[in-house]
């Protein structure tokens, strides 16, 4: 049960979050390495295909969920990211790290190194009913044993904010 603090988790995997009063909606399920319980996640703002796993990867000791988020909503279909979040599996809270991007990041694989998170920033520069494009902005390494922001792999320093 990972919302409450009971990770770290062995698994997460998509699942289908439904009611006799509201259709299933995808979302994701993780698994406790401790119980081997399950229990929705709590992904505030989550943007993505559960089905997919482009837009969140589960790190390699179970203490983390990195997922892509947004405060805004889709625009032609598309579903802007607004910047990546990683839910501590072990005491339940998220940390944030927005993005600066007019209109939105393009969700990419996220991936692990140990406890380093690292995901590029591919900017959206159009979206229209014709389609998408997007060009690569930066790199990021992200040290999560640490309160530090992630850090531009590309220039070695901090991004802008």
Known sequence: M????TGPLVAVIPAEHS??????????VGVSAVDQSY?????????????????????????????WYADRGATHGVHPADGVAVLDTTTGKSRRYGLDSKLGVSAQPLAWSGDTLWFTQWDFTEINDGGSSAHRRAAYAWPLESDDDPLSVVAGARPPH
Do not use: C, K, M, Q
């Open 2 to 5: 990972a919302h409450d603090g």
């Open 19 to 28: 009611s006799v009063l509201h259709p299933g909606a995808p979302e994701l």
């Open 39 to 67: 229990t929705f996640l709590d992904l505030p703002g989550w943007v993505g295909n559960a089905d997919i796993g482009t837009s969140w990867s589960l790190s390699p000791n179970g203490r983390w969920v990195a997922y």
